[in-house]
């Protein structure tokens, strides 16, 4: 298994050592098709990217009293966060303890514990094991062994609610290490976002791969074409990105004469699958949540500013929503080619579509790098994985299963 992913992304040596940032930057060429289609880089991105980066989920402002939780998703892990008692916002794995039924079943809601309803095992909002049902007939049975597994949590200046479900007691990506400066962006000055209120949620299926839309998202050379109210407003000839460590930020500017019906806005796209855009009226945030190789879901917050007429936030929610339906187009007709086994890669134009490019850079850096240790180690590492203690004959078994994995592959690849 191994050995057919590192041949799949062109790693012939696991232990030669290369200047991959001097690499990347100086080959601005586009990601094939096959790693917009195959599951096996789907799973590698999960472990080396959304297993171990810090993902922009939601804002503060959903979460008013104790016992206000969310349901979320993030490339197949489904984790919850709710405010405690004490106003703490905490963060865990959607999975009960005892046989992995997830204890929150509803999207978002208020609750005083969590009880799964499978079995009957509850939580605290804290996390800990509040009752494991005839568990006290078990004597070396440990409640406080038990409480829900743990996500890392931070708030930026902001307001905006991060995670990051690496299973170590400390994350070994720092926030600041990719998005240090992300909020407090000289041009969000401009905003309080406390002014705002949580207004809806709504979403959209994406037959798609998760990357496809950020490639889209990232650039504006499509804009004129396929974005007929963008194209009326906006001076496309000044359209530009800066890309960061950890995030890419768009500036625009109104043509000449549509002043008056200038929006306003400020959009930054976070690594690896979510943006922000904020209005003097409403901001969005955009999820693009990775559900297959080539499916996502598309999932958005929308806010309103307490002081918007219904006209004005009106006007450019419907104005942002025609955009992304457009965006969605786009990309679940592209994916089509993409999946069809013709098309392999395109050539990017280096200063119109340099964000796509750094965004590809980046995905590209991450999954190798992670892939070169797998190969060192010989095994996959799944970062968010959670060890439980004195499980020897546990880790036999999982070893034995991963040992009819690598077998598989190795018939698979035998020339018959």
Request: glycine share 6%.
């Amino acid at each position: 298994m191994l050995s057919t992913l590192s041949s799949f992304i062109g790693m012939s040596n696991p232990h030669e050592k290369t200047n991959l940032h001097m690499k990347l930057t100086t080959e601005p060429r586009a990601l094939p098709a096959s790693w917009y289609r195959r599951d096996e880089m789907y799973q590698l991105e999960r472990r080396a990217i959304f297993a171990r980066k810090w993902l922009l989920v939601t804002h503060k402002l959903r979460f008013t009293k104790p016992g206000d939780f969310i349901r979320f998703e993030e490339a197949g892990y489904a984790f919850i966060l709710c405010m405690d008692k004490d106003g703490t916002l905490n963060g865990f794995h959607n999975i009960c303890r005892h046989r992995a039924f997830p204890v929150a079943t509803e999207d978002a809601g208020n609750a005083k514990l969590f009880s799964c309803k499978y079995h009957g095992w509850s939580y605290g909002l804290s996390g800990e094991l509040a009752k494991a049902p005839r568990f006290d007939t078990v004597p070396s049975f440990q409640k406080a062994e038990h409480s829900l597994f743990p996500v890392h949590v931070h708030i930026d200046e902001l307001g905006f609610v991060w995670i990051n479900l690496d299973a170590s007691s400390a994350p070994e990506v720092k926030w600041e290490d990719d998005f240090e400066g992300a909020d407090t962006q000289e041009r969000f000055q401009a905003f309080d976002f406390s002014q705002y209120r949580f207004d809806h949620v709504w979403g959209m299926q994406g037959k798609y791969n998760w990357k496809t839309l950020a490639d889209n998202y990232n650039e504006c050379y499509h804009c004129q074409v396929a974005h007929p109210d963008v194209n009326k407003l906006a001076d496309l000839s000044y359209y530009y990105t800066v890309s960061k460590p950890g995030y890419i930020q768009h500036f625009s500017r109104p043509k000449k004469g549509k002043e008056d019906e200038d929006i306003k806005n400020a959009s930054t796209y976070y690594f690896p699958n979510a943006c922000m855009t904020v209005s003097p009226h409403f901001f969005y945030m955009m999820r693009c949540v990775p559900t297959s190789a080539t499916t996502c879901s598309m999932e958005y917050e929308v806010y309103r500013h307490k002081d918007a007429t219904d006209e004005d936030f009106e006007y450019i929610d419907s104005f942002f929503k025609r955009v992304l339906g457009e965006d969605k187009y786009l990309c679940d007709a592209a994916q089509k080619n993409l999946n069809a086994g013709v098309f392999v890669n395109g050539e990017l134009h280096p200063d119109l579509e340099s964000a796509p490019i750094y965004f590809q850079n980046t995905v590209r850096q991450l999954v190798t790098a992670h892939r070169r240790k797998e190969d060192v180690k010989g095994e996959e590492i799944w970062p968010a994985r959670r060890h439980m203690p004195h499980s020897g004959a546990t880790e036999e078994d999982a070893a034995f299963c991963d040992g009819l994995a690598c077998k598989h592959s190795q018939l698979a690849e035998t020339d018959w």
